[in-house]
T-cell receptor, first 115, second 114 residues
Framework: DQQVKQNSPSLSVQEGRISILNCDYT??????FLWYKKYPAEGPTFLIS?????DKNEDGRFTVFLNKSAKHLSLHIVPSQPGDSAVYFC??????????????FGKGTLLTVNP | DSGVTQTPKHLITATGQRVTLRCSPR?????VYWYQQSLDQGLQFLIQ???????AKGNILERFSAQQFPDLHSELNLSSLELGDSALYFC?????????????FGPGTRLTVL
């Protein structure tokens, strides 16, 4: 049972345009969401996060939007740059007591930004 | 550089063998998480330690075990290895607060079981 879904395995955009990566979740207990970027042969790198008490969070070229009623979040990258080409993972966390904040990941979307 | 280190980077071994993967968290982080990434799969949570104590278990096989030492480094032990255990194994560390839950990942250990 996949609780976090990234339905687009890949996305290709032109340099300078907007990249929109989507993520859906099914577990209503998730209350914190994160995006990670991963290059080949490296570990995931944290990009941006959002708490369920917000619907938008911005950090430079990256903006994450959260629609709780639709159980959907998206990552916008504006403008897209060739160096943004990587696999992007959506992750979600549910508070389960103590200090356990394990992350549940989607399968990732490969973003290719063409010069 | 996330500040999380993992050794070794690559490991090639045979079925039935036992291996140990090592992780050192970022300075000040008390919590260590282990994840497995197999082909066509996202990262799957295995186990979490906080300040030396096991706090949560995910889809971790009984053949796998972990521990966190007083200096906070952690080891993941994989035994009776099977071909299907070939995967990337990541460890991550975090400060652990309810307000911020970012985890910072190491570069991973690629395990190949032949």
């Amino acid at each position: 049972d996949q609780q976090v879904k990234q339905n687009s395995p890949s996305l290709s955009v032109q340099e300078g345009r907007i990249s929109i990566l989507n993520c859906d979740y099914t577990n209503s207990m998730f209350d914190y969401f994160l995006w990670y970027k991963k290059y080949p042969a490296e570990g995931p790198t944290f990009l941006i996060s959002i708490s369920s008490i917000k619907d938008k969070n911005e950090d430079g070229r990256f903006t994450v939007f959260l629609n709780k009623s639709a159980k959907h979040l998206s990552l916008h990258i504006v403008p897209s740059q060739p160096g943004d080409s990587a696999v992007y993972f959506c992750a979600a966390s549910a508070y389960s007591g103590g200090s356990n904040y394990k992350l549940t990941f989607g399968k990732g979307t490969l973003l290719t930004v063409n010069p | 550089d996330s500040g999380v280190t993992q050794t070794p980077k690559h490991l090639i071994t045979a079925t039935g063998q036992r291996v140990t993967l090592r992780c050192s968290p970022r300075s000040g982080d008390l919590s260590v998480y282990w994840y497995q990434q197999s082909l066509d799969q996202g990262l799957q949570f295995l186990i979490q330690y906080y300040n030396g104590e096991e706090r949560a278990k995910g889809n971790i096989l009984e053949r796998f075990s972990a521990q966190q030492f007083p200096d906070l480094h952690s080891e993941l032990n994989l035994s009776s290895l099977e071909l299907g255990d070939s995967a990337l194994y990541f460890c991550a560390s975090s400060v652990v607060t309810s307000g911020r839950r970012e985890q910072f990942f190491g570069p991973g250990t690629r395990l190949t079981v032949l």
